[in-house]
């Protein structure tokens, strides 16, 4: 059964610091692995990494796969208070018929 | 782009009541699914249908019922709504069998059975 793992479940940090994610999987025939950004309301993309694009960066974002680990990293520098919020992480696989998904972290960033 | 579509946004049921949460894609998706978030406990899949006509379970069916009615439209029913079903109703479409590249989440429908 495939299985996904985020740590911590939640983080409390202030504006200005940099936090990291953390996602790791257990999946048949790997894919690719996906992050999402939850606020109120649905999930929206941020990144998907493939065993061809292991490293993707956005603004203050970015994110490392680790295939020989079987895991990914999400960094956020330089927090701001809209980055509070529920980030997801997801792993497809070749052999199945839809995402498995973590548990979610939940990021609160104080003023 | 609309992009999927789920109605209602709201709703609040009575023990037993029966519904039918509506959602529509207009991106030529074949797949669909249906997730259901309760707090701390991430997603969790209810039905999914890889593609027009044909539907299977996913890890928590019970007390749901879906209908793939066209390639637009994926709709989950309700027959006899309990307070365990209270949670947050997501429909999602993807163009890959798997949603291997991602989905697209509709806005969610928040349920209370009361």
């Known amino acids: 059964e495939d299985k996904v793992v985020q740590s911590p479940l939640s983080l409390v940090v202030h504006e200005g610091d940099t936090v990291t994610l953390n996602c790791s999987y257990e999946?048949?025939?790997?894919?690719?692995l996906l992050w999402y950004k939850q606020e109120k309301k649905a999930p929206t993309f941020l990144f998907m990494l493939?065993?061809?694009?292991i490293e993707k960066k956005s603004g203050r974002l970015s994110s490392i796969l680790d295939k020989k680990e079987l895991s990914s990293i999400l960094n956020i520098t330089a927090t701001q208070t809209g980055d509070s919020a529920i980030y997801l992480c997801?792993?497809?696989?070749?052999?199945?018929?839809?995402?498995?998904f973590g548990g979610g972290t939940r990021l609160m960033v104080k003023p | 782009n609309a992009g999927v579509t789920q109605t209602p946004k709201f709703q609040v049921l009575k023990t037993g009541q029966s519904m039918t949460l509506q959602c529509a894609q207009d991106?030529?998706?074949?797949?669909m699914y249906w997730y259901r978030q309760d707090p701390g406990m991430g997603l969790r899949l209810i039905y999914y249908?890889?593609?027009?006509?044909?539907?299977d379970k996913g890890e928590v069916p019970n007390g749901y019922n879906v209908s793939r009615l066209n390639k637009r439209e994926f709709s989950l029913r309700l027959e006899s709504a309990a307070p365990s079903q209270t949670s947050v109703y997501f429909c999602?479409?993807?163009?890959?069998?798997?949603?291997?590249?991602?989905?697209?989440f509709g806005s969610g429908t928040r349920l209370t059975v009361v």
């Open positions: 249908s890889a593609s027009e006509g044909t539907t």
């Open positions: 997801a792993v497809g696989s070749n052999a199945g018929n839809m995402l498995t």
């Open positions: 493939t065993s061809s694009g």
């Open positions: 999946v048949t025939n790997f894919r690719s």
């Open positions: 999602a479409s993807s163009a890959q069998r798997g949603g291997i590249y991602g989905y697209t």
């Open positions: 991106m030529n998706h074949n797949s």
